[in-house]
């Protein structure tokens, strides 16, 4: 079954250390996202790609940074510029810009980010 | 930009009762509108969709929501509500250009009591 797959699914990090948050798809969808999600906010966008070696910030991209070198691997580094990093992680997928059916996001089950 | 406003941060129902979850959005045009459903822990789950058409959309697990354009509304309901309704519920608007990602509401956490 398609689907995607977010690992790991608890993480630890020093503080001042980066870390690198992995979202693999095999839905075939071109447009990949990460969202932050903390108790009481909802999700915030934090960086989204449309297609291949291009992606875009969201509205908290500062002290993290991304890359799209596969159409199929989407993954997220927290820098340790990223002054309170520890949340709950959301990745998800969609079939792409322009398309009808572009939304009806598939989302992973999430990596879990402790700084300790 | 789209904006999208729910109300209810915690609400407590009891099982069998009916429930209605408050979605409020902003945009200039009419929207594509969603819900999603989150468990602890978990990621996200698409419930229901609404794109054009008819204005009562029917969704996954008996829940239905219906557009309103006059009051920029996009309420969730369900009749009868079981214990393994308690999770967490999104409301999400994006534009028909497809070109802007989704903008999710801060969520509305459900309760079932016995």
Redesign the interface.
């Known amino acids: 079954d398609g689907g995607?797959t977010?690992s790991p699914k608890y993480l630890f990090r020093k503080e001042g250390q980066n870390v690198t948050l992995s979202c693999e798809q095999n839905l075939n969808h071109d447009a990949m996202?990460w969202?932050r999600q903390d108790p009481?906010?909802?999700?915030r966008?934090i960086y989204?790609s449309q297609i291949v070696n291009d992606f875009q910030k969201?509205d908290i991209a500062e002290g993290y940074s991304v890359s799209r070198e596969k159409k199929e691997s989407f993954p997220l580094t927290v820098t340790s510029a990223q002054k309170n990093p520890t949340a709950?992680y959301?990745c998800?997928s969609s079939l792409g810009?322009?398309?009808?059916d572009?939304?009806?996001?598939t989302?992973?089950?999430?990596t879990?980010l402790t700084v300790v | 930009a789209q904006s999208v406003t729910q109300p209810d941060?915690h609400i407590t129902v009891s099982e069998g009762a009916s429930l209605e979850l408050r979605c409020n959005y902003s945009y200039g045009a009419t929207p594509?509108l969603?819900w999603?459903v989150q468990s602890p822990?978990?990621?996200?789950?698409?419930l229901l969709?609404y794109?054009s058409g008819d204005t009562l959309v029917q969704g996954i697990k008996g829940f239905e929501a219906e557009f309103k354009r006059s009051q920029s509304s996009f309420n969730l309901r369900k009749p009868s509500v079981h214990w393994s309704d308690a999770a967490e519920y999104?409301c999400a608007v994006?534009a028909r250009?497809?070109?802007t990602?989704?903008v999710?509401?801060?969520?509305t956490r459900l309760s079932v009591i016995a």
């Open positions: 995607i977010q996202y969202y009481g906010q909802g999700l966008l989204y969201g709950f959301l998800a810009q322009g398309r009808v572009n939304y009806g996001y989302f992973g089950s999430g879990r | 941060i594509y969603f999603y822990g978990q990621g996200l789950q698409l969709k794109f999104f994006g250009s497809g070109n990602p989704l999710f509401g801060k969520g």
